[in-house]
């Protein structure tokens, strides 16, 4: 299938840099409130001991004023010693409502991201192949991996800091314009000239912040696509080339995460300065009030107390907002994927396959065109039909529409005029899952997964015993190979299969759709790219595959073709001739100047 390009504001979303300018407010985290919801009760835990720390930092203050006014001033021993105690208990108090509070908002955010990755892979995993020809799967781990650490972060701590620093900032103002109305007053004339860098730095953070996160994306993707494709990169001898072009995407993400902390490291001393600044100027006038006597010495040392504590409160909440805006973003992002709806799906109502399955396939005037290429028709008016147990052989010129078929028959796209139907039931009409369950595919190049042989095989049935698994290798000609391996089924067969050969790999697909044991079977050039004793094997476990099978074939090997009970040729998107090998090598078209090739071919070989 073709390869679309990468998503731009024209045609899709999904893009990084260049792609729409997005909003970073912070009402993009009312999004995370349906994870938050569950857990309830540990939240409200985690409140209330945010609150008693909160109250208990604040009673530090009248503690102090009490110490020094009778106390110190009256030179009270008894009073000192009892200051002394009640301070030890404040103290406790304080530890223990604070590993309360960051045990349950830890436990939460560690939840929270579970069940956000969850649901963001199951909704990743069910969308059509489309999708990802026009997105970047780089760009998806990155919102899977990142963009979650962002957000357990923030649910996991920044917010209960946030709320920690807006109680203390609240009601540490409260008690200064108790100990002191002038002095408060004057510390308020002064919150406009902290607030406005915070507003006018916390958008250049923002937008920074997601430009830092695309370059992360743009990491991922590089390594994502050179890994898939080290043998090629190590036999045109481009390691360095590689190295180099990662390196630039490397600094590139350097560069766009300085620049993002250089803003956020402005904005924080910009406020300290502010905020500490005008901290000390109210200081000399409270001294001054308190050598008028207009003040005593314990109002002051409250005074000073809570004037620290709303200070590092708006200081602390100044960078918290930092990674507030960081979470809107990827608050965002992730809720991009989550509302991706799948354009293919089950109906609402879906209409009842047939039992048992006659295994009949129909194409009747499918019409189809990728949504990357509008202009180019991919399939234009074919119409056939296999009955139960035929075997139909597709065959053409690369290009041609084979391989379309396929996946109009799979439904990872839906035509755009006609139907393609499976036991006379039209595919957009049944159940997703019930339609796939009869169809078993045995691709060109099979995906193996990075676990033990028997795993890849039972994924064809995932409920399979070992008696089964092993009956499945047999019927595939697997087992030959298996039982040379030094674990046998339970063998580890690399990272996307690299310890097999290419025809063992392609065994362990047949025997994967032997185990599914589908009444329908479609072969994509399942041997076209196999040594001659690896396609003898092969072509033997996909004969006895095919054995009672309804099976559309797309050959390029003569050996299908011959013994195929039609052969449909295909060429631009039509079917151009059909019926049998010599019916069609005597009319002289398309297929006898493939043949003749092939032939030509074969007997030079």
């Avoid at 965002?332 to 089950?346: C, K, T």
């Avoid at 019926?579 to 078209?589: N, Q, T």
Wanted: charged share 25%.
């Amino acid at each position: 299938m073709p390869r679309a390009r990468r998503r731009t504001p024209e045609n899709g979303a999904g893009g990084s840099a260049g792609g729409r300018p997005r909003s970073r407010d912070l009402a993009h985290l009312r999004r995370l409130a349906p994870y938050l919801a569950p857990y309830g009760k540990q939240i409200a835990g985690a409140f209330a001991a945010l609150l008693l720390a909160a109250v208990t930092v604040l009673g530090l203050g009248a503690g102090l004023r009490a110490l020094v006014d009778r106390g110190l001033a009256r030179g009270d021993e008894s009073l000192l010693d009892g200051a002394l105690v009640a301070l030890i208990a404040i103290v406790v108090l304080l530890a223990c409502a604070s590993f309360a509070r960051f045990y349950l908002v830890s436990w939460v955010g560690e939840r929270v991201v579970a069940d956000l990755r969850r649901d963001v892979y199951a909704r990743v995993i069910a969308l059509p192949p489309a999708f990802f020809e026009v997105t970047r799967t780089g760009e998806v781990l990155s919102r899977l991996t990142t963009d979650t650490s962002v957000l357990q972060t923030v649910v996991g701590s920044s917010l209960s800091m946030a709320l920690r620093n807006v109680l203390l900032l609240v009601g540490g103002t409260a008690m200064l314009a108790v100990t002191s109305f002038e002095l408060t007053a004057a510390v308020a004339l002064l919150a406009p000239v902290v607030l406005v860098p915070i507003l006018v730095f916390g958008r250049r953070v923002r937008i920074l912040s997601r430009l830092s996160q695309d370059r992360i994306a743009d990491v991922g993707h590089r390594i994502d696509e050179t890994l898939n494709a080290v043998p090629t990169v190590q036999a045109f001898a481009r390691e360095g080339f590689e190295s180099d072009r990662f390196a630039g995407t490397v600094e590139e993400a350097f560069a766009a995460a300085a620049r993002r902390v250089r803003a956020r490291a402005f904005l924080t001393a910009t406020v300290i300065l502010l905020v500490f600044g005008g901290v000390g100027a109210v200081l000399w006038m409270g001294g001054r009030d308190v050598l008028s006597g207009a003040l005593s010495g314990g109002d002051l040392a409250a005074f000073v107390f809570y004037a620290v504590v709303v200070a590092g409160s708006a200081g602390a909440l100044s960078e918290v907002y930092g990674d507030l805006q960081r979470a809107a973003g990827a608050a965002e992002r992730l809720s991009e994927l989550l509302a991706a709806e799948p354009a293919i799906a089950s109906p609402a109502s879906p209409e009842d396959l047939p039992e048992p399955s006659p295994g009949s396939v129909a194409f009747r005037d499918v019409a189809f065109r990728y949504p990357a290429r509008p202009d180019e028709a991919a399939v234009d008016g074919v119409t056939f039909e296999a009955a139960g147990g035929e075997t139909v052989a597709l065959v053409g010129p690369s290009g041609a529409g084979k391989s379309t078929l396929f996946g109009l028959l799979l439904r990872f796209h839906d035509p755009d005029g006609g139907s393609v139907a499976v036991d006379g039931v039209d595919a957009r009409r049944a159940r997703l899952d019930r339609l796939r369950d009869r169809l078993a595919l045995v691709p060109q190049e099979p995906a193996i997964f990075g676990a033990s042989i028997a795993e890849n095989i039972r994924y064809g049935r995932p409920g399979a015993n070992d008696a089964d698994v092993r009956r499945a290798a047999d019927a595939a000609f697997a087992t030959e190979f298996v039982e040379r391996l030094p674990d046998r089924f339970a063998t580890f067969v690399g990272e996307r299969g690299v310890r097999l050969s290419a025809g063992q790999r392609q065994r362990l697909a047949i025997a994967r759709a032997v185990l599914k044991d589908a009444p329908i079977l479609l072969l994509d050039e399942a041997t076209s790219a196999l040594d001659a004793e690896s396609e003898r094997m092969v072509q033997q476990a996909l004969e006895r595959l095919m054995e009672g099978r309804t099976t559309l074939v797309i050959a390029h090997r003569l050996a299908t073709v011959l013994k195929s009970d039609r052969i449909l040729v295909m060429d631009r998107g039509r079917i151009v001739e059909q019926g049998r090998h010599d019916e069609l090598v005597a009319a002289r078209g398309l297929y006898a100047r493939l043949a003749e090739l092939q032939f030509d071919r074969a007997d030079g070989a």
